[in-house]
């Protein structure tokens, strides 16, 4: 099965910085949807984008849908303590059948 | 509204033993989803339902795993015999069918093979 691309693969910021990662695919995606998982817990998700060019902001998260289709980014502003966790990526397929996921970034914020 | 339920949330067995997982979708959701998450990860689907029907077990490995949804609600996945690869977290979502999709996790079954 098609695993899309996360970058970076982790990153460790300062509290109250901006973070950005983003997530691509070989293949166009009718949908993204962004996710959260702390461990030990299954993925929570954040937000889900549903066509090219869209951008959609929840609280101090915003994730857009790239024009191409085969690109999402994911923007975290002003990062908090509980902001640590891994970010996955899942694109729905063209099918519309599966959901394929994105290796992840994990991300750690120092206070 | 209630999440996707899991059971158990634990489960540790050794190697040739068979083990199973329970899973409750969210209300009124027709789509289930398992998915198999190594640690370091992310999660990989292994069947997708539609209703009681498959719709994907291409990522299934059918010689060991198996998985039913007989009444279109509440699903089980079956690992027999298990290998220590099989070491994992199982992680059970539902979603509505067509429109806007929005895909749902249970907390997840870890899974420990010795």
């Known amino acids: 099965g098609q695993q899309l691309n996360q970058s970076p693969q982790s990153m460790f910021i300062q509290e109250g910085e901006d973070v950005s990662m983003n997530c691509t695919s070989s293949?166009?995606?009718?949908?993204w949807l962004w996710y959260k998982q702390d461990p030990g817990e299954g993925p929570v998700l954040l937000i889900a984008?549903?066509?090219?060019?869209e951008l959609t902001s929840n609280g101090r998260l915003t994730a857009q849908f790239g024009i191409t289709r085969k690109d999402s980014f994911l923007n975290i502003s002003a990062s908090i303590p509980s902001d640590v966790g891994i970010y996955f990526c899942?694109?729905?397929?063209?099918?519309?059948?599966?959901?394929?996921f994105g290796t992840g970034t994990s991300l750690t914020v120092i206070p | 509204e209630a999440g996707v339920a899991q059971s158990p949330r634990y489960k540790i067995i050794e190697k040739r033993q068979s083990v199973a997982f329970w899973c409750n979708p969210i209300?009124?959701?027709?789509?289930l989803y398992w998915y198999q998450q190594i640690l370091g990860q992310g999660p990989k689907l292994l069947i997708q339902?539609?209703?009681?029907?498959?719709?994907?077990d291409s990522q299934l490995p059918k010689d060991r795993f198996s998985a039913e949804r007989l009444k279109g609600v509440d699903s089980t996945l079956k690992i027999q015999p298990a290998k220590l690869e099989d070491s994992a977290v199982y992680l059970c979502?539902?979603?509505?069918?067509?429109?806007?999709?929005?895909?749902?996790f249970g907390q997840g079954t870890r899974l420990t093979v010795v």
């Open positions: 209300s009124g959701h027709a789509t």
């Open positions: 984008l549903y066509k090219a060019g």
């Open positions: 979502a539902s979603s509505l069918w067509g429109g806007r999709v929005r895909v749902f």
């Open positions: 339902f539609q209703n009681n029907g498959v719709v994907d």
């Open positions: 293949s166009i995606f009718n949908t």
């Open positions: 899942a694109g729905l397929g063209i099918t519309g059948n599966q959901f394929y």
